[in-house]
């Protein structure tokens, strides 16, 4: 079992900037490929950006036009999983979940095996 709890969550306004963390722990967690995902009020959720354990494997959704980093620091029993947000829009608002599995391919098709409960990003105009 892995336990994924998120931080970092805020109100910001437009064309801020914040740093979302991901603490990932628990059996097996060090084989479990990272990733970010977010749900806007009556939308879908939408994965944004995911990293491979070994960091050779970096996905980003297209619509952030770059404007999103994804890194990772480990350590002996835990790994650390920032998403980076700067130019903050208010499409941005929702929330933000932190995700896991030990199948890139599962994780970036959105049913990876393992959710944290989420942190509230909200970008005001």
């Not at 603490?23 to 491979?52: C, I, K, M």
């Not at 903050?88 to 391919?105: R, V």
Request: net charge negative; hydrophobic share 30%; proline share 2%.
């Amino acid at each position: 079992q892995v336990q994924l709890v998120e931080s970092g969550g805020a109100s910001v306004q437009a064309g801020g900037s914040l740093r979302l963390s991901c603490t990932a722990s628990g059996y097996n967690y060090a084989t479990n490929h990272l990733g970010w995902f977010r749900q806007a009020p009556g939308q879908e959720r939408e994965g944004v950006a995911s990293l491979s354990t070994s960091g050779d494997n970096v996905f980003y959704a297209s619509s952030l036009e770059g404007r999103f980093t994804i890194s990772q620091d480990k350590d002996y029993a835990k790994t650390t999983v920032y998403l980076t947000m700067t130019s903050l829009k208010p499409e941005d608002t929702g929330m933000y979940y932190c995700a896991a599995d030990q199948s890139w391919a599962r994780l970036l098709g959105g049913g990876a095996t393992y959710w944290g409960q989420g942190t509230q990003v909200t970008v005001s105009s």
